[in-house]
């Protein structure tokens, strides 16, 4: 059964591909466009790379490749968008996602399905909290924290 309703969060929206996608504003700290990265030796393909922003190293995520998707802009001519995560007795996770466009901040209509087909995304189900409509359009909402914690364990298992 499903239900529907208008969100009292606000949430960030961009696009991945032909997807759109959003994350809580909240999470959201700074967009910025592309500028020179540091490549890390024998990174998964979706890692990028580093990035001095504002005199701090950040990790880039290219979320493109992550869930598959082909980019429709170059690396260099798409938004950088940085999130902080908390983490429990920790310093907020700080990130940077790729992506190909970045679009508005708003609520969304919320829709609860726990038979929820995602597409593309099947294989990365987990990393998706819910799903909303805007501008009668799907919107996925990513849960951040879930796709840290599986990318910090795809880079421990590479390294041991």
Known sequence: MEEKKISE?????????DGIFAVPVT??????????????????PYLKGVMNIRG???TVIDFRELFGFTAKKSLEDSAIIVTETPQENEQPM???????DVDVVGPLEITKSDNAN???MS???EFIKCV?????S??????????FESIETEVDLDIA
């Open 132 to 136: 909303g409509m805007k501008n009668g």
């Open 123 to 125: 294989n990365r189900r």
């Open 9 to 17: 969060e606000m949430y960030f929206t961009f696009t991945l591909g």
């Open 56 to 58: 701090a190293v950040v």
């Open 94 to 100: 700080t990130i940077a996602l790729v992506a190909d």
């Open 138 to 147: 799907f919107v996925l909402v990513l849960d951040l924290q879930k796709i």
């Open 118 to 120: 995602y597409g593309g």
């Open 27 to 44: 999470a959201v700290r700074e967009v910025l466009r592309f500028s020179s990265l540091t490549r890390v030796p024998k990174a998964a």
